[in-house]
């Protein structure tokens, strides 16, 4: 007897998501190589880089994105393991900097003093694996990608003036994108990246504003090449 299971969004995104992984470890590695400095040489798909096996990775990394018409900011950070130095995985948090306020905005709450103000926060953690796609001396692209669960909160402002709990709802979260890293030191590079969110398994209206396209900023420390270069 055959039991045919419908899949659900989260476990397509789960499967695209270890797909990609399983395709990012195996994919066989060719370089291109520009001259005899070492400084010009370009690797494609690198199935290593340097002489580590394991590297203890923790990253600060702020992100820029929209929240309907409103420009956000998203303060995070990530820690994680590198492996053969092309490929990094662990856990990332993030959370708003602060809360969205949104003005006019009518309640179904009795105390609401509608049109009322409404603030809005947002957090969520991501597990993330990360693929070193071309490598040079000091430049690096790759292709992150995150798979989490969140949570989007509101309050309102009722007629004592002051803010109360209006809602609470959990949501999905997929990113998907693609990262440029500059290494000012073996240990140390700042990095930009850009790529899209898409949430799932949640509010049709959550989904419509946080379905949005982001950018990000941050620094990439790595734990054991700091160590060494103070030691050596």
Not at 54 to 77: C, M, P, Y
Not at 122 to 133: I, K
């Amino acid at each position: 007897m055959f039991i045919f299971v419908r899949p659900t969004c989260n476990v397509v995104y789960k499967l695209i998501f270890f797909l990609i992984l399983a395709f990012g470890i195996n994919y066989n590695s060719f370089s291109i190589t520009v001259g005899s400095d070492d400084s010009l040489r370009i690797a494609i798909f690198p199935k290593s880089v340097g002489n580590k096996k394991w590297k203890i990775l923790v990253g600060l990394d702020a992100r820029r994105s929209f929240f309907q018409t409103q420009k956000v900011k998203i303060n995070g950070i990530r820690l994680g393991v590198q492996y053969k130095g092309v490929h990094r995985f662990g856990f990332g948090f993030y959370s708003l900097s602060k809360k969205i306020e949104f003005k006019n905005f009518v309640v179904d709450k009795a105390d609401a003093q509608n049109p009322t103000s409404v603030l809005v926060d947002v957090n969520y953690n991501s597990l993330f694996y990360e693929r070193v796609f071309l490598k040079t001396k000091k430049w690096e692209i790759s292709f992150p990608l995150h798979l989490g669960k969140g949570l989007f909160k509101r309050q309102y402002l009722n007629n004592l003036g002051n803010y109360k709990q209006w809602d609470k709802k959990s949501f999905s979260v997929f990113n998907v994108g693609f990262q440029v890293k500059y290494y000012i030191f073996t240990w140390f590079a700042p990095r930009i990246s850009f790529g899209y969110r898409h949430t799932y398994k949640t509010l049709p209206e959550i989904q419509e504003a946080f379905n949005k396209p982001y950018y990000a900023f941050g620094l990439s420390i790595s734990l054991g090449e700091l160590f060494r270069s103070i030691f050596n």
